[in-house]
């Protein structure tokens, strides 16, 4: 068949959408979407007889044009958040999405998306209250701060903490405590972007309490501590605490700010983790401002969290970046309902995700590894040796950077003892209806199943 042939068997877009073969992807689709759908079927058809003087595979017959069209509105419809295992052995790996949300955060998001809520609403006075109000009670409760509000996140609270109390003045900060978080979000261009001018005191790795006295001046605004969570310093150190500067920073009447980052609201080494600086023990420490993130340890939603002082929580609360730095009503909900979550804290480690899966023990980890083995060498075949190992898990999002917590992992390593082969495995897994997410090391793809529990959920994405 010449090639003005083939088009003249190309069907037209009206015909087939009568097609008794269309008739379930009309229902599913629409009109509209089909017809937009098939017109761009139809030019990649006529190309295609262009480039190869025949017809696409699929062109065959309106079943064949139908199974293409329902292919094409299928991903078309796929969301670009999709659930994916993690078994990378990060627990908060910020490209994963950080903390998993607890059900009772689940619950209230689908309630808040559901219809109208008290965002802005007073149902005792009938009249206008404040979003961040609900949140403010909890993190009193919590910490015993006077007062906190919150915005989306926590580089956002840091923002705004400096731009309500330090702009057009001077922040004195420890050079050891200059650091970098993800996306090259320095702390020193935050200052700079918040007006404020950076005094950088010490030395990279010491830092004693003459440095800040020495430093303050007329134009000091803020005392400020910024605790290193995304990496350590180590040997020949030295540092100021919250509870040393407290009566420096009162003798001169300025603010003592701690950005904490992580988030820790209970103690963790309670739960045979590294402990963690919690936020209530550097306010009863002296700290006017704390800082923290909602999504890290706390395991809520992305969110930045300000407590402390009343009088400087109003302060920020009235700052123009606020409006434009707060939380939706479907944040807050998350986040209130998870920070309900630690009011019955004998019952945390079952209800909030991130901490029962901080503290999954590597025997539990290893015995699901020993149930998963057979599964996963049936997925990945004869050219794969599939061991159990031990290895080390990380907290992630810069917490706690050099602890490791013990765990246990599938190793795939090709037989042909070719990275290709192993890439192409990566890739073929990434590929899969519900993604799974390893890493690859040491010549073999490391599967850790610290973040693993739905096991009968893995094992179905590996069924013909």
């Not at 262009?50 to 094409?72: I, K, N, T």
């Not at 009088?311 to 998870?338: F, M, N, W, Y």
Request: neutral net charge.
């Amino acid at each position: 068949m010449d090639t003005r042939s083939l088009y003249t068997t190309l069907p037209q877009a009206d015909r087939l959408l009568h097609s008794p073969a269309m008739v379930a992807i009309l229902a599913q689709h629409g009109h509209q979407a089909c017809l937009s759908a098939l017109r761009t079927l139809l030019d990649d058809a006529r190309a295609h007889i262009r480039a190869h003087a025949a017809l696409p595979d699929w062109a065959h017959g309106d079943e064949g044009w139908a199974m293409q069209l329902s292919r094409y509105l299928d991903a078309q419809q796929q969301l670009a958040l999709r659930p994916v295992f993690n078994l990378t052995g990060t627990v908060l790996h910020t490209n994963l999405g950080r903390a998993i949300q607890a059900e009772a955060a689940v619950a209230a998001v689908s309630a808040a998306m559901r219809g109208a809520v008290t965002l802005e609403y007073d149902l005792d006075g009938a009249g206008r209250g404040h979003r961040d109000t609900a949140i403010s009670e909890l993190i009193r409760t919590l910490t015993g701060a006077e007062a906190a509000c919150v915005v989306n996140n926590n580089a956002a609270a840091v923002l705004i903490t400096l731009s309500a109390l330090g702009a057009g003045r001077e922040v004195i900060v420890s050079r050891g405590e200059l650091v970098e978080i993800g996306g090259a979000f320095r702390m020193p261009d935050v200052m700079r972007q918040a007006g404020c001018t950076l005094a950088e005191v010490g030395a990279t790795n010491r830092t004693h309490l003459k440095d800040y006295a020495g430093a303050i001046g007329a134009q000091t605004a803020l005392l400020m501590k910024v605790h290193t969570s995304n990496y350590a310093i180590q040997g020949f150190t030295k540092s100021v605490s919250e509870a040393e500067l407290v009566p420096l920073a009162r003798e001169h009447g300025i603010p003592l700010v701690t950005d904490l980052g992580s988030g820790a609201l209970i103690d963790l080494a309670a739960y045979g983790l590294p402990a963690e600086p919690m936020p209530q023990a550097m306010l009863a420490a002296g700290a006017d401002i704390v800082t923290f993130s909602g999504d890290k340890l706390l395991g809520g939603p992305q969110a930045g969290i300000i407590a402390g002082s009343k009088a400087l929580i109003d302060r920020i609360q009235s700052h123009p970046l606020k409006r434009a730095l707060r939380c939706d009503k479907l944040t807050l909900a998350a986040l209130e309902a998870t920070l309900r979550l630690y009011l019955q804290p004998d019952l945390l480690p079952q209800r909030l995700p991130t901490l029962r899966l901080l503290t999954r023990t590597a025997h539990a980890i290893r015995e699901a590894a020993q149930r998963l083995q057979p599964v996963v060498q049936a997925a990945a075949g004869a050219g794969f040796e599939v061991k159990v190992e031990d290895c080390a898990s990380q907290i992630g999002s810069g917490s706690l950077p050099v602890d490791r917590l013990p765990s246990a992992a599938l190793t795939l390593t090709p037989r042909d003892g070719k990275g290709s082969t192993l890439v192409a495995l990566s890739d073929a897994w990434r590929a899969l209806p519900h993604p799974v997410i390893g890493r690859i090391g040491d010549g073999r793809l490391w599967l850790d199943l610290r973040c693993l529990e739905d096991e009968t959920a893995f094992s179905a994405n590996f069924a013909p």
